[in-house]
């Protein structure tokens, strides 16, 4: 009955063989690989200057709404989240299966159904010793540099993960690493609210992660939805009055 509601659904892949000589193709559900398929390294999915992080609008629900279905934005294979598990306003990371990408899903199911110009955004790999180039350089952050609404990368938008152990550093300190990842660690006073805020700052100003010493991270920007600008702007309100 899974097999059947899955092909009613068009949630299966074709693919054609090219493991053996016998032809045809492999019909496979969900993000399972057909024999002889593979999946670029993780760590192909390197930055370019001037890029956007990759994206993915190749998006549906299966299973009565219950299943987000979407195509990894880096491998392009299926990859199903179940709807109950995307937060409303901050929505959620995901790890693909298939080649350890990690992708972003905002929340945007207000109103219950699936947005027409929803856009699942993929990670991409940042020598870490690189970071505030491939920060400045990457046009979301530019725009919101233009005006003056970088703050708002405080508390969405922008993730980094270790490429090699998922650790994953806190937003404030990506957002100080851009500004001063080139200055002299020795005469720059970081008040961290945390030790593990600490940990990160100092680990990533030598270049490696504090957690298992790789010099690689996987790196997320993306735009900020109103819902979302709306959500903060009215915290901050709260928290001024």
């Known amino acids: ?103 972003h899903i905002p929340g945007a199911f207000a109103t219950g159904t699936l947005p027409s110009n929803l856009r699942i955004t993929g990670g991409v790999i940042v020598p870490i010793k690189d970071f505030s180039d491939w920060y400045f350089h990457h046009p979301i952050a530019k725009s919101l540099l233009s005006a003056k609404s970088t703050s708002l990368l405080y508390e969405y938008g922008l993730w980094g993960t270790c490429t090699k152990c998922s650790h994953q550093y806190q937003r404030t300190v990506l957002h100080l690493l851009s500004a001063f990842q080139d200055g002299d660690p020795s005469k720059i006073m970081f008040m961290a609210k945390s030790a593990e805020s600490a940990d990160d700052f100092r680990a990533l100003m030598s270049g490696k992660c504090p957690s298992c010493g790789y010099d690689k991270m996987i790196c997320i920007i993306t735009d900020v939805p109103g819902y979302v600008r709306e959500t903060i702007e009215a915290k901050r309100r709260e928290q001024n009055a």
């Open 1 to 103: 009955m899974d097999a059947y509601i899955t092909v009613l659904q068009g949630d299966y892949r074709v693919v054609p063989n090219t493991f053996d000589q016998a032809g045809g193709c492999f019909v496979m559900f969900g993000s399972e690989l057909a024999p002889g398929e593979t999946v670029p390294s993780l760590e192909s999915f390197i930055w370019h200057e001037g890029e956007e992080n990759p994206v993915s609008q190749d998006v549906s629900l299966t299973f009565e709404g219950k299943m987000l279905r979407y195509l990894c934005p880096t491998c392009m294979l299926p990859v199903r989240v179940e709807r109950s598990k995307i937060d409303l306003i901050v929505g959620t990371n995901v790890i693909c299966s298939n080649c350890k990408n990690i992708s």
